[in-house]
């Protein structure tokens, strides 16, 4: 099946600086999404984007689909901005048929004060 | 509001019993999923469903069985033929035949004892 890798595994920040987290994938996708699980564990679609650009806010992501690789910005962070991001694709040459995402391991940030 | 309601929230299981954990949505999505969690790691499909009365096994399904008798409900028992369930369990919903508008549950966090 397709590989999803995402870096850093963690991330530490003080409140206010800006972070860039990768995503790796290993196949041509059809579907790239950014998730956000807070520390309840409760998973909040950021960007649906399997290519370009978006911003949301604070929040951008970039998708550059040619070379397999997604970027999340986040910037002038805080500290509801910890938790858990996981980057999702589906691919056309995945195990199945049904539009069903597979995920990377997540990059986990901490927002200190 | 329209959304997806896992219960119970926490679930506590005696080696050797079957439990059942409960997902239901009204946002009218045909797709339904569910995902299993361990610590640091990224969500694996256990089943999942494109319509009434039809599931498929995703990557982890050994130990596990699901049933679609309504397009709301989409209830997940965990077997004692599961050795290791202890985990965070995440029920999804989606569109029918879209790659995107993924609805996660708040979860359920099931511990054996």
């Known amino acids: 099946g397709i590989q999803v890798e995402q870096s850093p595994p963690d991330l530490i920040l003080q409140e206010g600086a800006n972070s860039t987290l990768r995503c790796n994938f290993s196949d041509s996708v059809n579907n790239l999404q950014w998730f956000h699980q807070n520390p309840w564990g409760q998973l909040i679609n950021l960007f649906y984007?399997?290519?370009g650009t978006k911003q949301n806010g604070r929040l951008s992501a970039t998708t550059v689909a040619t070379e397999r690789y997604s970027l999340l910005y986040i910037s002038s962070s805080q500290t509801t901005d910890s938790g858990v991001y996981f980057c999702?694709?589906?691919?056309?040459?995945?195990?199945?048929?049904?539009?069903?995402?597979?995920f990377g391991t997540g990059t986990r940030l901490t927002v200190i004060p | 509001d329209g959304g997806i309601t896992q219960s119970p929230k926490y679930l506590f299981r005696k080696e050797g019993q079957n439990v059942t954990l409960s997902c239901e949505q009204n946002?009218?999505?045909?797709?339904m999923y569910w995902y299993r969690q361990d610590p640091g790691q990224g969500l694996r499909l256990i089943y999942y469903?494109?319509?009434?009365?039809?599931?498929q096994k995703g990557d982890i399904a050994e130990g596990y069985s699901v049933s679609r008798e309504k397009k709301e409900s989409f209830p997940l028992t965990v077997t004692s033929a599961q050795k290791n369930p202890t985990a965070f369990y995440l029920c999804?919903?989606?569109?029918?035949?879209?790659?995107?508008?993924?609805?996660f549950g708040s979860g359920t966090r099931l511990t054996v004892v």
């Open positions: 984007i399997p290519s």
């Open positions: 999702a694709v589906w691919s056309p040459s995945g195990s199945y048929r049904a539009n069903n995402l597979f």
């Open positions: 999804a919903s989606s569109p029918r035949g879209l790659h995107y508008g993924y609805t």
């Open positions: 946002l009218n999505h045909d797709a």
């Open positions: 469903s494109q319509i009434v009365n039809d599931f």
